[in-house]
């Protein structure tokens, strides 16, 4: 399963950091991911974390947020991060974390059918 958390109210520029539990799964080498819907947009991808073997991983994100947002994994904590940087009020959205049982396809890391396990979503708003 799947907990998203740290959602909330802040203002344009701030920052967040949201946080997704994934108890049941194993961080270290699934795909994981962040998605968010914005009201009447459908689902997009955000970023997502790929294990490329040992302890290491590659990132990727969407235009939108490169060099703003930041994924990350703690593996004893079982927790995905994204921590948000320089938020705009586009970035208004629920955002979802979604996981892979085992590896990634890097040629469709964007691709929601890519990835069985969806937790509940968690709002950030983001004010002018």
């Known amino acids: 399963q799947l907990q998203a958390s740290g959602g909330g109210l802040v203002q344009a520029g701030g920052s967040l950091r949201l946080s997704c539990v994934a108890s049941?799964?194993?961080?270290?080498?699934?795909?994981m991911a962040w998605f968010r819907q914005a009201p009447g947009k459908e689902r997009e991808f955000v970023a997502a974390?790929?294990?490329?073997?040992?302890?290491?991983?590659?990132?990727y994100y969407a235009d939108s947020v490169k060099g703003r947002f930041t994924i990350s994994r703690d593996i004893a904590g079982n927790t995905v991060y994204l921590q948000m940087f320089s938020l705009k009020p586009e970035d208004t959205a629920v955002y979802y974390c979604?996981?892979?049982?085992?590896?990634?396809?890097?040629?469709?890391?964007?691709?929601?059918?890519?990835?069985?396990?969806w937790g509940p979503g968690t709002l950030v708003t983001v004010s002018s």
């Open positions: 979604a996981a892979r049982t085992g590896n990634l396809i890097a040629s469709g890391i964007g691709d929601r059918e890519q990835y069985e396990s």
């Open positions: 049941g799964r194993n961080v270290g080498s699934d795909g």
């Open positions: 974390s790929r294990f490329l073997g040992g302890s290491a991983y590659k990132s």
